[in-house]
């Protein structure tokens, strides 16, 4: 049975860090491509980055210079830092393992302005 377990998302303020994390099993973690994404109340939910089996990182123009997505193999986890964290940030995170035409989703964890 597959699971993506995120953790790490809580209450921020602007400017703020904070860094989520998702961990699989049932998959060989290492041969996954594997995203983040989002999602506020009634919207669609966005692509955030993404990190390649070789460790290539891409990310929404968004967040670009602000996110970093990372993975360790050893531990089958991905992980999302944040950083100067925004209003618009605050968002449902998931996280995604994909390989060809299969793809594998978390349930989420929840990053809320604090204030």
């Known amino acids: 049975q597959v699971q993506l377990v995120e953790s790490g998302g809580g209450l921020v303020q602007p400017g703020e860090s904070l860094r989520l994390s998702c961990v699989a099993s049932?998959?060989?973690?290492?041969?996954?491509?594997m995203y983040w994404y989002r999602q506020a109340p009634g919207k669609q939910r966005e692509w955030v980055a993404g990190i390649g089996t070789g460790g290539r990182t891409n990310y929404a123009e968004s967040v670009k210079g602000r996110f970093t997505i990372s993975r360790d193999n050893a531990k089958n986890t991905l992980y999302l830092q944040m950083n100067s964290l925004k209003l618009e940030d605050t968002n449902v995170y998931y996280c995604?393992?994909?390989?060809?035409?299969?793809?594998?989703w978390g349930q989420g964890t929840q990053v809320t302005d604090s204030r």
């Open positions: 049932g998959i060989i973690f290492s041969n996954y491509y």
């Open positions: 995604k393992a994909g390989l060809g035409i299969v793809d594998y």
